[in-house]
Structure formats: structure tokens, C-alpha cells
């Protein structure tokens, strides 16, 4: 079965137990919406290993043979990828990577995504400078084992803008509150018990 975005029109069937007869979705329609949910959590779950510098959980999401194209920064195995991210985020203070919108194509054990991203950086050296990049992640995932990974990802830079970062300005604001962490000692991991480094 090949779909869509659409997980809304479905095949339907009536559940003879019902005294109403109740419209419910079809084994496939079911599955469909199984599978999207499954691929929606596997990129956010990307973003959440970048910016918490998660590398366990990052390699999970990628199969051993699948590969990643972020050129002009990086281009490569799915494996080298999550080796080279360190060096990567490592002049950063901060990173937060946001998928404003997804949409997924499911045949079977294949799939494939569009999914819009909005990442953010914040310089570690002085000035620092908040760079902030708009595309898009152009996916193909694959389902074996019953559990979808990234089997190829190439990213599109639609724009992007940098700026000074107003130090006096978040300081004034945040005064107060919890402040993020890009490792182990973010808010999410005291604050959330269910949440656990490395699992998906």
C-alpha cells in the first residue's frame, strides 16, 4: 500500500459487534497511521540527539548502511555522520533544531519524508552571533526488524540569517528560570524521569 500525507481518508470497515455498526479503519489504514507516527518520532528524535548531544540515540536513528548528505559540511555514511557531529556542534553554546512540518510518504517497508527544520546556533566565541538556518531534510527511511531508521538524508537550505546575540537582553528576560543544557544536565532529564539518554 502507497499513501500519502493523508492518513484521513482511509478504507473502511463495519464492526459487526457493534449494535450501531461502527465505522472503524481498515488492518492497512491502521498501519499507515502506525507507521507515520513511528517516522514523526524518528526525526524529532533526531533533534533531540543534536541538540542534547545524544550521540547514542543519534546513531539509532540511522542505518548502519544509510547515508548522509549536509553538504557542503559533511557528506557520508549515517555512522561517520554521528562521528563527525561533535567537532561539529562543538563551537556552539547552544543548538536547537525544530521540525516545523513533516510529511511522509509510506510503500510498505520503504518510506519517504519532507520534513521543513528551523536550526538554531548560538556561537560560543565572543561576539557571539545566533545563526539560524531554514530548509528542509529530504528523507528515504527503511523498516526492518519492525523499527524505521534513516537510510538517506539530504539537507536543503532554503535561507538563512545571522545576527548579534543580545546577552543583556536573554538575561534579562530568563532571570529566574531553568536554564537548557546541550548534554546530560538539561532540565529534560531532571525534570522528566521517563525521558532516557540513548533510547528511543
Known amino acids: 500500500m502507497r499513501s500519502g500525507s493523508s492518513i484521513w481518508v482511509v478504507p473502511i470497515t463495519k464492526n459487526s459487534t457493534s449494535k450501531e455498526s461502527v465505522p472503524m479503519p481498515s488492518a492497512e489504514a491502521l498501519q499507515l497511521m502506525l507507521d507515520k507516527m513511528a517516522l514523526h518520532e524518528l526525526v524529532q528524535n533526531y533533534c533531540r540527539a543534536v541538540d542534547r548531544r545524544d550521540y547514542a540515540l543519534l546513531e539509532s536513528v540511522y542505518h548502519p548502511d544509510s547515508i548522509d548528505d549536509h553538504s557542503p559540511m559533511f557528506k557520508g555514511s549515517g555512522p561517520e555522520f554521528v562521528r563527525w557531529v561533535p567537532s561539529s556542534v562543538e563551537r556552539f553554546e547552544l543548538t536547537q533544531h525544530v521540525i516545523t512540518s513533516a510529511s511522509f510518504v509510506v510503500d510498505s517497508t520503504i518510506a519517504e519524508g519532507e520534513c521543513f527544520i528551523v536550526a538554531y ?9 545566533e545563526t539560524i538556518a531554514h530548509g528542509r531534510y529530504l528523507d528515504r527511511y527503511e523498516k526492518r526488524d519492525g523499527v524505521w531508521r534513516i537510510l538517506y538524508r539530504k539537507i ?3 535561507w538563512s540569517e545571522v545576527r548579534p ?5 536573554f538575561a534579562k528576560i530568563s532571570r529566574g528560570s531553568t536554564k537548557a543544557s546541550p548534554d546530560e544536565n538539561d532540565p529534560l532529564y531532571t525534570e522528566l524521569k521517563l525521558f532516557k539518554r540513548g533510547v528511543r
Open 121 to 129: 546556533h548560538l556561537s560560543k566565541k565572543e561576539p557571539q552571533r
Open 165 to 169: 546575540y543580545d546577552k543583556e537582553l
Open 156 to 158: 536543503i537550505y532554503d
